[in-house]
Each structure stands twice: as C-alpha cells, then as structure tokens.
C-alpha cells in the first residue's frame, strides 16, 4: 500500500524552473526517499540527484550547478528544484525509497509512477 507520488512536471521554455516533489503515501512504518532519477525514451534510466547514507548530497554531472536537492522529513517529502532547465532535461522524472511497510517487514524498495518533464522552445 506504500506508493511515491510525484508531482511538479510540465512543459517549459528552455532556461525555466520547475520543482518536483516526492511524497509518500499509504502506510507505513519508516520510509527513506534517496533521489531522483530520470530516463528519457531510449536511454537507461539515470540518477539525478540523491542523498547518501552519510548524509551529503552527489548530483549527475549534467545537474551540477542547476538542481537542487532537499527534504522534509516532517512531511515524508523530498524536492528537486530544477533551474536553467535544457531541452536534453527532457525525460521521466522517479523517486526512489526505501523502507519498511510495517515494523517487521524487510526493506524494500518503491519508486514513483513518474513525472513527465518537458524542456521545449
């Protein structure tokens, strides 16, 4: 009954910010949203930005210096803010989690359904 959901994508101009967020929904006994990932039609499917397990952020090379990052735990959300957005941003934007759905259950890990960005002039 755990389920990620994505919000916040849509069609911008070249140059334009979006932000995305990721919620968890459903019940569940403790949850941890890792990242972002994106894949576009045709290319394997690509982390974006995370956090690590020591706590720090890594971003994709191509994200650097665009994206950010960040979460509220009060809220089970995370956020990518997207600024500067290139056409080759284009593509599925997922969250990724892991996390237990009851106390006793083995991790397991959920992803979103997805957020369609689109970068076009």
């Given at each position: 009954?755990?389920?990620?959901?994505?919000?916040?994508g849509?069609?911008v101009?070249?140059?334009?910010?979006?932000r995305l967020s990721?919620a968890?929904?459903g019940?569940?006994?403790?949850?941890n949203?890792w990242?972002?990932?994106?894949?576009?039609?045709?290319?394997?499917r690509?982390?974006?930005a995370?956090f690590?397990?020591?706590g720090?952020t890594?971003?994709?090379?191509?994200?650097?210096?665009r994206?950010?990052i960040?979460?509220?735990n009060a809220?089970?959300?995370v956020?990518?803010?997207?600024?500067?957005l290139?056409?080759?941003?284009t593509?599925a934007?997922?969250?990724?989690?892991?996390g237990?759905?009851?106390?006793?259950?083995p991790?397991?890990?959920?992803w979103?359904?997805?957020?369609q960005?689109t970068?076009s002039s």
């Open positions: 009954q755990v389920q990620l959901v994505e919000s916040g849509g069609l101009q070249p140059g334009g910010s979006l990721c968890v929904s019940r569940f006994f403790s949850i949203i990242g972002w990932y994106r894949q576009a039609p045709g290319k394997q690509e982390l974006v995370g690590t397990r020591g720090s890594v971003y994709a090379d191509s994200a650097k210096g994206f950010t960040s979460r509220d809220r089970n959300t956020y990518l803010q997207m600024n500067s290139k056409p080759e941003d593509a934007y997922y969250c990724n989690a892991d237990h759905s009851d106390r006793w259950s991790i397991t890990d959920y979103g359904q997805g957020t960005v970068v």
